[in-house]
């Protein structure tokens, strides 16, 4: 058996322990499955990120990273598309109890429900696809901080709808942030590794030592 084969077998085997679990335990499985998607959101969100970053900023660390994080953030449309059965399980996910009047679920009945969440993903949706096309408007400057702002709002909100709202009478204004640091770590992470591995590649002779050292530091930064 080549590898192929065997990463296919392995494939196979983890989806089918999924629908068993989906079947037999289904408020695990989309825990489960909702830090899947998260774990590949995170890169790809960054991607997007450092490239509005450096759109306003410069400096010659993006265009040794460029390549890989426009590769990066065309794996977005794919991560929100395999978000999709999350909503199958909004029920098991988050607790819809309104019984306490003081809850904030019960504060926020049109918001905090299955109904809203299906809106608002769809909104976050064409955003970040709007946002996509953004990068690709290489010559105008005014995407840099637009990108940036919009960015930022629509991560904020998506972190608060699927992550804060996990636990019931918890909130934080500041975890967002943490999770918006965390996408910029990992996309910088993945785009140095990418160039390192590349690195008899035309792009990243470009390099010198002092411009991968930036790239350390910028990693370092946001951590």
């Excluded at 709202?165 to 992470?189: D, I, N």
């Amino acid at each position: 058996m080549n590898r192929p084969q065997l990463v296919g077998l392995i494939g196979i085997l983890a989806a089918g322990a999924a629908v068993i679990l989906a079947l037999f335990q289904p408020a695990a499985f989309f825990h489960a499955y909702l830090f899947a998607v998260l774990a590949w959101l995170n890169p790809a969100l960054g991607c997007l990120l450092l490239t509005f970053i450096h759109r306003m900023t410069g400096g010659k660390w993006g265009r040794i990273s460029q390549p890989y994080l426009a590769a990066g953030a065309a794996t977005l449309p794919w991560a929100l598309l395999f978000a999709v059965p999350l909503f199958f399980g909004l029920n098991d996910l988050f607790p819809w109890d309104r019984s306490n009047p003081s809850s904030l679920l019960a504060m926020h009945p049109t918001y905090l429900s299955p109904a809203g969440y299906i809106i608002r993903g769809v909104l976050y949706f064409l955003l970040y696809l709007w946002l996509i096309q953004l990068t690709r408007r290489r010559d105008q400057a005014w995407t840099g901080p637009v990108g940036c702002i919009v960015f930022v709002l629509t991560t904020y909100l998506l972190s608060v709808d699927w992550v804060v709202a996990l636990e019931p009478g918890w909130y934080s204004t500041g975890f967002p942030v943490v999770l918006m640091a965390s996408q910029a770590v990992s996309a910088m992470a993945l785009s140095i590794a990418a160039a390192v591995w590349l690195k008899g590649s035309e792009r990243a002779e470009e390099g010198t030592r002092p411009t991968w050292v930036d790239l350390g530091n910028l990693m370092l930064a946001a951590l």
